[in-house]
């Protein structure tokens, strides 16, 4: 069963995020918090680690896994271009809930990526997250921490009785926002398209970005 440790969300605690973080080296599986659900956390960088996430879901390894960073400039490692209108939606809505797509760069596991050749990445707001990110060093996996077509728990009490047996660690931060989850653009297209309207609204990026974006899946 997962070692449940209660983390304080608005100020975090350095020590038990440390105990996270020393599992994520070392393959582990773990949940925490975001800005919308529950996600899913293991270093994305580690194949056989990215492995786990797919088997603990039960997901199609068709279907491509997002990753979270703490900070925009460290996006290049992972990304083969950052076209300009992308970095536009990076200055206004990171972090936060807008998950951006990209092609992604050789660094990155296969696995990650499903069929496509593509990563969604973005930089989250919740502060047990950005400091877990942080000390890491790494990207974090952030698929919601559920079995694939159930729905997305915003509270500990529902990723413990789901896959509390499967994981190592769950950071209780609480209940999260819940509700919509990330907005995803593909900004490997041009005009974007998004793939998915969720907490920021495509009228708010339209707006800022001063173009029409496309919508729906390729």
């Known amino acids: 069963m997962a070692r449940i440790i209660k983390v304080d969300p608005e100020n975090p605690d350095v020590k038990k995020i440390n105990e996270a973080v020393e599992l994520l080296k070392k393959g582990g599986l773990i949940a925490f918090p975001t800005d919308t659900f529950y996600g899913l956390g293991v270093d994305a960088t580690n194949s056989e680690a990215v492995g786990r996430v797919y088997a603990v879901k039960k997901r199609d390894y068709k279907k491509p896994i997002l990753i979270l960073i703490d900070d925009k400039n460290r996006i290049s490692k992972y990304v083969k271009e950052i076209p300009d209108i992308a970095k536009k939606m990076m200055d206004r809505f990171w972090p936060g809930p807008l998950t951006l797509i990209f092609s992604a760069s050789a660094k990155l596991p296969l696995a990650l990526l499903g069929d496509t050749m593509k990563i969604g990445i973005r930089v989250p707001g919740n502060q047990i997250t950005l400091l877990l990110l942080k000390i890491a060093g790494f990207p974090v996996t952030a698929t919601s921490a559920n079995l694939s077509g159930e729905p997305s728990p915003s509270d500990p009490k529902d990723v ?26 593909d900004v490997t297209e041009d005009p974007p398209r998004c793939i998915r309207e969720g907490r920021v609204f495509i009228k708010e990026i339209e707006d800022f970005i001063g173009i029409k974006l496309k919508l729906g899946a390729a």
Request: cysteine-free.
């Open 160 to 185: 413990i009785a789901n896959l509390g047996e499967k994981l190592e660690l769950i950071l209780d931060g609480g209940k999260t926002a819940g509700g919509k989850e990330s907005t995803i653009i």
